[in-house]
């Protein structure tokens, strides 16, 4: 059988017997694809440093009929997160992209435009500034998996929260106006939305260089992440890392 050929990004890599390692892939034209990786540990020729997680990478690997895993050949580097220096805070931050790619992309199921994204925010996310990119990455993947809440109307009451205060809670699944909130809301403010809405309409890039503390877009970061923990029903561990890192 041919190998199949792809652009993807290393997810994520685990020990498999002595020398082997299992790998998850995201990859471009197949989505997200597991696979064991031969001698992984000793082959220098095949894969190098090409399986550090998100290494962009042209990836060869065997898929066989009723097997779960493929069969990873070879992996040729195109970018790696390694050419530049990775502080604590950058290493965390791309360990949050490929939880949340792990988390949330199903097996086998190509998405260009969440390929596409991630590379954009990978490009820009290359010194100690982690924050734009990490508040894109997030608001952007929510919109695209389907689970980001209409920002602009109560979900009780229908209302209109342009020029209004808005909150949101854990266990609801939108924005609220201060009539209809929910004990124990947050409030988002809305410098924050009307953030949301500029991300939305251009690219990363256009973000690059800005100055962003931490404290901007934080509101937004917890409410989309609530809204992505609410639907996996799991924490995501590298989102209290962010939030506790001190940077």
Known sequence: MALRESEAIVLRTYPLREADLLVTLFTRAEGKVRGVARSAKKSKRRFG???EPLTYVRAFYDVRERQELARLDACEVL?????????YARAVAL?????LLDELLPDREAN???FRLT???L???T???IWMPVTYFDLWLTRLVGFLPELTECIVCGRSLNGSRAFFHALADGLMCPEDKRLA?????SESRALAAKMFRAPVESFAGMPWPKAQGADLRKFVIQALQRHIEKKLVTAGMLEKGGF
Do not use: Y
């Open 49 to 51: 440093g090409a399986l």
């Open 79 to 87: 970018e790696s997160p390694l050419a530049t220096e990775v502080s």
């Open 95 to 99: 360990a949050h992209v490929a939880e």
């Open 112 to 114: 260009d435009a969440i």
């Open 119 to 121: 590379l954009s925010v």
């Open 123 to 125: 490009h820009v996310m």
């Open 127 to 129: 010194g100690s500034e």
């Open 185 to 189: 809301s947050s409030e988002i403010s």
